[in-house]
């Protein structure tokens, strides 16, 4: 027998390993697949990045859970734009002026940071 002390995420673990006696027929490994080509990302609905003059941001960190307005959108101050998964929570991106949406700089699913530019309007 072997003792081992193993650190798994910060967890350390004592570990005993008993040596084979050969007895057991060997275990084959079973083959790798390819790695699968990550899916293209969709085509963002901008009409080009950042083109309206006043910025809609990312209040959280999390990820883009819905586009609630399409570029060519009127939207009304406190009209949600984008809403935002954070910690399982649906964080809605308001407009903060009346405007016309812009540009859509996000896609459905893209992390986002705090602060980040999600979309403009004019």
């Given at each position: 027998?072997?003792?081992?002390?193993?650190?798994?995420?910060g967890?350390?673990?004592?570990?005993?390993?008993?040596?084979?006696?050969?007895?057991?027929?060997?275990?084959a490994?079973?083959?790798?697949?390819?790695p699968?080509?990550?899916p293209?990302?969709?085509?963002?609905?901008?009409?080009?990045?950042?083109?309206?003059?006043?910025?809609?941001?990312?209040?959280a960190?999390?990820?883009?859970?819905?586009?609630?307005?399409?570029?060519?959108?009127?939207?009304?101050?406190?009209?949600?734009?984008?809403?935002?998964?954070?910690?399982?929570?649906?964080?809605?991106?308001?407009?903060?002026?009346?405007?016309?949406?812009?540009?859509?700089?996000?896609?459905?699913?893209?992390?986002?940071?705090a602060?980040?530019?999600?979309?403009?309007?004019?």
């Amino acid at each position: 027998m072997k003792n081992y002390t193993i650190t798994v995420n910060g967890n350390v673990y004592d570990v005993t390993v008993e040596e084979g006696t050969g007895s057991a027929a060997p275990v084959a490994a079973a083959p790798k697949a390819a790695p699968k080509a990550a899916p293209a990302p969709a085509p963002a609905k901008a009409a080009s990045a950042g083109a309206g003059s006043v910025r809609i941001e990312a209040g959280a960190a999390g990820k883009v859970f819905k586009i609630v307005a399409d570029v060519g959108a009127s939207v009304k101050a406190g009209d949600a734009v984008v809403i935002i998964e954070a910690m399982k929570m649906e964080i809605p991106v308001v407009a903060p002026s009346d405007g016309t949406v812009a540009s859509i700089d996000c896609a459905v699913g893209d992390p986002c940071a705090a602060g980040q530019l999600l979309a403009t309007l004019n």
